[in-house]
């Protein structure tokens, strides 16, 4: 859990778990030159919940720490631009975005040698 964000960064619940297998299917739909944005996602996974009669909430929130939960645990790899969420096996791809998620690391770690000086 990430201090200040412990809403967002709790460990999924069972509940929430249950929901990978549906985030994941509906990311096997979206493509490099098709890719969902999180209000589409969120939609596609609460009409599969519905239409199995499923009562779980779910919100771009839950979506964010789903996708967390995909990539921490190798399950399928999706990547992530600004313009949206998709999946694939291109190994160019997943390298391009290693190392955007190492740039962003990289970064917030710059912010917090920033805030240490004003200790």
């Given at each position: 859990?990430?201090?200040?964000?412990?809403?967002?960064?709790?460990?999924?619940?069972?509940?929430?778990?249950?929901?990978?297998?549906?985030?994941?299917?509906?990311?096997?739909?979206?493509?490099?030159?098709?890719?969902?944005?999180?209000?589409?996602?969120?939609a596609?996974?609460?009409?599969?919940?519905?239409?199995?009669?499923?009562?779980?909430?779910?919100?771009?929130?839950?979506?964010?720490?789903?996708?967390?939960?995909?990539?921490?645990?190798?399950?399928?790899?999706?990547?992530?631009?600004?313009?949206g969420?998709?999946?694939?096996?291109?190994?160019?791809?997943?390298?391009?975005?290693?190392?955007?998620?190492?740039?962003?690391?990289?970064?917030?770690?710059?912010?917090?040698?920033?805030?240490?000086?004003?200790?």
């Amino acid at each position: 859990m990430i201090t200040n964000f412990e809403e967002f960064t709790a460990n999924l619940k069972d509940e929430e778990i249950a929901i990978v297998p549906i985030v994941v299917q509906v990311l096997q739909c979206a493509s490099e030159l098709n890719q969902y944005k999180a209000p589409l996602i969120v939609a596609k996974v609460q009409a599969v919940l519905g239409i199995n009669q499923i009562r779980i909430p779910f919100n771009e929130r839950k979506l964010r720490k789903c996708v967390n939960y995909i990539r921490v645990n190798g399950i399928v790899p999706l990547i992530a631009t600004s313009s949206g969420y998709y999946i694939t096996n291109d190994a160019r791809v997943i390298r391009k975005q290693i190392n955007s998620l190492d740039q962003r690391a990289r970064s917030i770690t710059m912010c917090a040698n920033g805030l240490t000086k004003w200790l």
